[in-house]
């Protein structure tokens, strides 16, 4: 029988990789890759649902879902970070740690995106920022971001702003006209038609004055893993809602190549690191140390907690009306994974 | 515009491939890339010569030009490792410690090859293991080893034997036949022609009875580092007699082209860090607290304490007759630099 194609689009990711250059096939499938940057990703996802499989952020995918988007997710997730310990602050500030963060202004890229979920969740479930008593800054406007696609409208109760078409994050916190933002120098990433901080970049600012609100990020992810148990996740991968109908077992063959990809990474992992560090093999022992030897499990019972977590941050900030169920987010059949 | 076409070998570098890769262009030469493991180059260039610009032992270069091979250096040198701290040893030998290696049987690829010269180099002069009173075991054969191509004769004094053809160092040192050498799993480098643990990989063997020498590398890393000033050098790279002097503006060209495809690989060192390590950022500050901003450092002023150093344990370890001077290795234009 031959394959059938599938159009996917995904960010480069290490874990997911193998998918989409061919090392690791999906059984039964043909994956026609688009590489892109998760800020088009989801915005052209969520707005015109051009792909049949998609990397998705889940923040955006619970509200999504809440409003019964026609998309269903595969419980992996290849991509996680600490977006709480990723903060800088303007030292003109007064900022010395994250309990003085109330009543400053914040910079977040996009109000609902994931990164910025969890970096409201656990400033206020562990260092005490109540998300009412700051000042919430975004830089993508209304037509061009996730929310825009989704309806977003700022929760009620919460001191929303825009930032000015002719300033991005970084030009207003290198200028302390925001206090807080998660970027600690001029980005030299690539441009994509969605973030204005890779356009308007304030190469020209001084970015001495600006710090990190975790000097100390593996000190922190210590911290944060040792109550939390997991390392926050950003994105997930969905199936389109037609295709998913049309092609039974899909979720399960996907599912199952995701996880080869995993696992073709974790051993070709010591290989990828730069000579430069000199002492990959010593780090890379650090981080299972820190993180154990999985820090990206994938299916529902390993992700337990975490899922929970976001579940009820997305409620408790007013981004979905209810607690969505995790039976309501994932295929059927990857209920017991 | 014509360009000069050159050959070229190499092994994968980071700091090299962008040359490889037509990223950087060298003014007036146009690059023909071959990628090869650096056993089977070394083998080639020295006893065929064919590639008319290539990747090169500093070791067996000392040796070359003392016996009047028709090639010169470009004073770059982007391969660098800490040797002695890769070496592992069995623990049925009673080795505790490095000074505990007198009188055992150290294996090694290549006698004359620049991790071995280092090994015993460090271990001499740092550990007070003499060269003469440990038992040296080469597993490469004389006709497919450089020294073959070089005219190698084990130098008076030293204990030296050859692996059986049906063993390798792997095997060796993983049922105790040997006591130490730089291998502590499974060989899993790529096939060679030129070596043999690829395939007699000792995978079979109790590997948990093969331990790391310095179990702290990077405590060791710090020691070395504070003493000597240098990451030791592993490969410099050579230009044919015959195109060197047809074409001597040859030399300056591609040393300034090194010298840029480093600086683009380390633009992008941190992005290319794997996310699965999750603290590169932190792991890079860590590598440059120790090592230095560039531990690659290039040109012959940067490199006259490491070079010095080479050419005297070489000497000393009866590799050459004479004492090099730095300046007649490499070309007369970039002797300044």
Not at chain 1, 246 to 263: Q, W
Not at chain 2, 202 to 217: A, T
Request: net charge negative; aromatic share 12%.
């Amino acid at each position: 029988m031959p394959a059938v194609n599938l159009s996917f689009v995904s960010n480069y990711n290490e874990r997911v990789e193998p998918l989409m250059n061919g090392t690791i096939r999906a059984d039964g499938f043909e994956i026609i890759p688009t590489y892109s940057h998760p800020s088009e990703t989801f915005w052209r996802q969520l707005k015109f649902q051009e792909f049949e499989v998609a990397e998705m952020s889940m923040s955006s995918f619970l509200i999504a879902r809440s409003r019964s988007a026609d998309m269903i997710a595969l419980p992996v997730f290849p991509s996680r970070r600490f977006f709480h310990a990723e903060q800088s602050y303007h030292v003109d500030s007064g900022i010395k740690e994250p309990g003085d963060l109330v009543g400053k202004r914040i910079g977040v890229g996009e109000y609902q995106q994931t990164a910025a979920l969890w970096a409201r969740g656990v400033l206020e479930h562990d260092f005490g920022v109540s998300q009412f008593k700051v000042h919430w800054y975004m830089e993508r406007t209304d037509e061009l971001s996730h929310g825009g696609a989704t309806g977003f409208t700022p929760p009620p109760g919460i001191s929303f702003h825009r930032i000015p078409p002719d300033k991005s994050l970084a030009t207003m916190l290198v200028n302390n006209e925001i206090d807080v933002a998660p970027i600690a120098g001029h980005l030299s990433r690539a441009v994509n038609v969605i973030d204005r901080s890779t356009h308007i970049r304030a190469s020209e600012g001084d970015w001495s004055k600006v710090k990190p609100l975790f000097p100390d990020e593996i000190a922190e992810a210590k911290r944060f893993v040792a109550k939390h148990g997991f390392v926050p996740v950003n994105h997930t991968y969905i199936i389109r809602g037609d295709l998913y109908r049309n092609n039974p077992g899909i979720a399960l063959k996907l599912y199952d190549a995701f996880s080869r990809a995993k696992a073709h990474a974790a051993a070709t992992l010591l290989e990828r690191v730069p000579a430069a560090l000199v002492f990959g093999a010593e780090y890379l022992a650090m981080t299972n140390e820190i993180l154990g030897d999985d820090p990206f499990p994938y299916g529902i019972k390993d992700n337990q907690a975490m899922l929970q977590t976001i579940i009820d941050f997305s409620h408790e900030q007013g981004l979905t009306p209810r607690k969505m169920k995790v039976e309501e987010l994932f295929a059927e059949e990857l209920l017991g994974t | 515009m014509p360009k000069l076409r050159l050959s070229f070998i190499s092994a994968f570098n980071e700091r090299v491939d962008p040359l490889m890769q037509g990223q950087v262009q060298a003014e007036g030469i146009e690059i023909v890339p071959t990628y090869s493991h650096p056993s089977e180059t070394f083998w080639r260039q020295l006893k065929f010569q064919e590639f008319e610009v290539g990747e090169m032992s500093m070791s067996s270069y000392l040796i070359a030009r003392e016996r009047g091979f028709d090639m010169i250096a470009l004073p770059v040198f982007p391969s660098r490792r800490l040797f002695h701290t890769e070496l592992s040893y069995h623990t049925d030998s009673g080795i505790t410690k490095p000074e505990d290696l007198v009188d055992k049987r150290i294996g090694i690829g290549e006698y004359q090859q620049t991790a071995a010269l280092w090994q015993r180099g460090i271990l001499e002069h740092d550990f007070g293991v003499s060269q003469y009173k440990v038992h040296w075991y080469m597993e490469r054969t004389e006709e497919l080893s450089h020294g073959g191509a070089t005219g190698f004769t084990p130098p008076p004094g030293i204990s030296f034997q050859r692996i059986p053809p049906d063993k390798s160092m792997a095997s060796m040192l993983v049922n105790h036949e040997l006591d130490v050498a730089g291998i502590n799993s499974p060989w899993k480098n790529m096939p060679n022609v030129i070596g043999r643990s690829h395939r007699i990989s000792g995978s079979e063997g109790d590997w948990s009875k093969v331990k790391l020498l310095f179990p702290d590398r990077m405590a060791e890393g710090k020691r070395f580092f504070g003493k000597w000033g240098f990451l030791p050098v592993n490969h410099a790279y050579t230009i044919r007699g015959d195109i060197y002097k047809k074409y001597p503006w040859v030399a300056f060209n591609l040393y300034t082209a090194f010298v840029k495809a480093k600086a683009t690989f380390n633009a992008k060192l941190l992005d290319s860090i794997p996310s699965g390590l999750f603290f590169g950022k932190e792991y890079l500050a860590m590598t440059q607290e120790i090592l230095g901003a560039d531990p690659y450092p290039y040109g012959v002023k940067a490199n006259r304490k490491m070079l010095e150093t080479l050419i005297d344990l070489s000497h000393e370890q009866g590799l050459t007759s004479k004492k090099a001077k730095v300046e007649e290795l490499f070309a007369e234009s970039t002797r300044g630099l």
